[in-house]
T-cell receptor, first 112, second 108 residues
């Protein structure tokens, strides 16, 4: 499968714990995007990378959130000290430059 | 007011009906993307367009750049078309701005 993959698909954690999600983009894509989707809403932009450089971050990305793409390939999104409001679907997408974005299956986070 | 508005928010149709979902946006865009999301979260690309009209099978997408409006049409709808249809616009740095989605249910 050469599509975008995300791991894990589901994560249940207790409030206050740290979680990390991984996204593997399509190999020839240089841009990687993270979005968050809450129930009944459309996805919202969090951040994006071009190669290893993080070029833009949304104000939704509080200090508890950090994203990396160290070698310009896979990316990780870490949430520290999780809160119940962090419960959402975290979607990753990739593209070559500004072309069509391809989405991964998402990681559903539940904070109890 | 959201930068991307979709209508209707919810739509129930009988199998075979012609369906139209609308998307209006207020920002300058480089392209508009229609996406389909099934329960469980996976998002599938339907169309990406910056002008005119595209057709794939029973799906047709149109865009009017001057009016900042796009429509997604489904002809001869089928229960397997039941999903959430999301309009996303690529603006500026090409990050997407999404509509809230149209929840379509097609009854047999």
């Amino acid at each position: 499968d050469t599509g975008v993959s995300q791991d894990p698909r589901h994560k249940i954690t207790k409030r206050g714990q740290n979680v990390t999600f991984r996204c593997d983009p399509i190999s020839e894509h240089n841009r990687l995007y993270w979005y968050r989707q809450t129930l009944g809403q459309g996805p919202e932009f969090l951040t994006y990378f071009q190669n290893e450089a993080q070029l833009e971050k949304s104000r939704l990305l509080s200090d508890r959130f950090s994203a990396e793409r160290p070698k310009g390939s896979f990316s990780t999104l870490e949430i520290q000290r999780t809160e119940q409001g962090d419960s959402a679907m975290y979607l990753c997408a990739s593209s070559f430059m500004g072309n069509e974005q391809y989405f991964g299956p998402g990681t559903r986070l539940t904070v109890t | 007011k959201n930068e991307v508005e979709q209508s209707p928010q919810n739509l129930t149709a009988q199998e075979g009906e012609f369906i139209t979902i609308n998307c209006s946006y207020s920002v300058g865009i480089s392209a508009l993307h229609w996406l389909q999301q099934h329960p469980g979260g996976g998002i599938v690309s339907l169309f990406m367009l910056s002008s005119g009209k595209k057709k794939h099978g029973r799906l047709i997408a149109t865009i009017n750049i001057q009016e900042k409006h796009s429509s997604l049409h489904i002809t001869a709808s089928h229960p397997r078309d039941s999903a959430v249809y999301i309009c996303a616009v690529a603006s500026g740095t090409y990050k997407y701005i999404f509509g809230t989605g149209t929840r379509l249910k097609v009854l047999a």
